[in-house]
Nanobody
């Protein structure tokens, strides 16, 4: 298991950008697929983006394609989510998660064994 700590959330106007970071502890970070999920009030959690252990494969929720980019730096034990052209509907708590399994679609939260505490992203109109 890895311990995950997210940072980078905040309040931004529509059209703005934020970069979320997720720092992982443990020497096995590079063996985990990583994902970003979000949950808005009254809505189910959804997978936003995911990346394979090598970074060679990525997955994106349709509504964020072309706006969000997931990346990872295994030397720094960190995964990032660059969010551009933010919209009010992107407002949610964003969670970082780690999966010991090979990345596969559809991305399911049940495949992820470690979760961060979440960081709030609020996009004002």
């Amino acid at each position: 298991q890895v311990q995950l700590v997210e940072s980078g959330g905040g309040l931004v106007q529509a059209g703005g950008s934020l970069r979320l970071s997720c720092a992982a502890s443990g020497r096995t970070f590079s063996t985990y697929a990583m994902g970003w999920f979000r949950q808005a009030p009254g809505k189910e959690r959804e997978a936003v983006a995911a990346i394979s252990w090598s970074g060679g494969r990525t997955y994106y929720l349709d509504s964020v394609k072309g706006r969000f980019v997931i990346s990872r730096d295994n030397a720094k034990n960190t995964v990032y989510l660059q969010m551009n052209s933010l919209k009010p509907e992107d407002t949610a708590v964003y969670y970082c998660a780690a999966s010991p399994f090979t990345l596969r679609a559809p991305i399911k939260g049940t495949d992820f064994s470690s979760w961060g505490q979440g960081t709030q992203v609020t996009v004002s109109s």
